[in-house]
DNA sequence: ATACGTGGTTCAGTATAATGAACCGAATTC
DNA sequence: GAATTCGGTTCATTATACTGAACCACGTAT
């Protein structure tokens, strides 16, 4: 009768899980499921599953159509903010490209690392497409990504290998890295040279340059990262670029830290 | 036994209404309350308190700190995109107004509507401090907010009367406006100019010009707002202002419903 | 040294929230 | 027009998630 679940464990407060789990559905496509839909898709009971819904839809959590379907409610914008770096953060973000005309040519992406991964808060498309869009709530290994590698970075070697001690992510390409020890020896790169890069390891055709934003505690709060095309990328231009991320951060962190 | 909650009532999925309240608390305060402090503020047995907490901790809807106090988890990053309208409406208001030079001295604000309150989603800051700060998440009475009778303004009458059915907010200032009546002549105004105005009724020194984003369906999803102080205002200006913003609302919401 | 306050953990008992079967209405399909 | 599917609602039953009391560990004041 236990269901089995993979990965992390849980056995108590079932409403709030479920409530979590609709949520990401919803948020996650841009299908307009509608009740029986999802109390298919986590094979809930009907009634429990018009129960919780009608509760969510109470609290603000779900909006519903005029058909029936749910959609996100606007309740989960008061969260989006939180702490006070983190309320500012994503404007911030936002403010800085415009004022920064030589980035306008990379795509450029926000976002904080949640255990071993990191989620995509905040994104700013170049004129030149990608073939890849980073949309919000992304996510991605943290080893593999240039922003992942930079926040990785910004922590103690213990605490990285504790954070990576389980199994290690699928490959997403054949030049991901595998393993603790090819990581270490990116990791301090990117100590080194302030910046961190991911050559391939995502998308084989796209390159990576990331560093880390540290509010008033000099924690890293978040980390951004710029991309760009293998074609784009000449390897003697990297280090410029890189200087010039890591230039751009520091100046968003320092307004972080005001 | 009974607990009396005011306004909505509500009977299930007690975790999930409380987690709510919890994130709320964690949110909308810049406090870091532990475990005890989270118990005692919410009525809750300690345990309870506990077994929730450590649920929304594994479910990364919070952190907590070294110190055993809670902090705003990542996981609602997920959720602020959701519908593809609104994924994109952050990122597109941000990035649309570093198009529009003009609107750099003025304060900008993005806002939905939830109830009869406009909750603020987004912010741009002027160079010319204002007094007041925008705070993501921060919620307005949708009658004397600009982007609020916007919103307003784009709902049939009966739904706007049923809407402030409730008993009717607070003023803020002096100048906010009292009564069903008053507020529709202002809707009348806006529907008429296209663009709605806040004189001084939110903050007595602070004027605000407000239009609604359509989203493809014609609905609008999401309000803007250009604010300014009073001694910045001139009078003649204001229509020509408007008319800026009304353009910029229809431009945004062009690409929305792209 | 003792008493006290605070924050956290454990666990059996029970109030309570999830369940699923039955029922209803509407829209399709045969 | 009967049968079927689909979405939604209701309600008695029961599994289960919450409770509260007892118990640690620690720091501080008496």
Redesign the interface.
Known sequence: MQEIEPG?G?G??????R??RI??L???S?A?PNAAGLSRALGLPKSTAH??LA??V????LERGADGSY??????????????A??DL??LF??H??SRPALAAYTVTLS????AEV?Y????NSDRPLGVTF???M?LPAPFTATGKALLASLPDAEIAELLSGPWPTRLTPRSVGGLAALGAEIAATRAAGYSLDDGQVREDMVCLGAALRDHSGQAAAGMAISLLRSDAAPGRLPELGAMLAETARTISRRLGG
Chains 1, 2 share one sequence.
């Open positions: 992390a849980g108590s407060v079932p409403a709030l899980r409530a979590v949520l990401d919803v948020a996650g841009t307009r129960g919780l509760a969510m109470e609290l603000g959590l959609r996100l409610g606007v309740h989960p914008m008061r969260w989006t903010g939180g702490s006070v983190r309320t994503v404007p936002y403010d490209l415009a904080v690392r949640e255990g989620v808060i905040g994104c700013r949309r919000i709530g996510r």
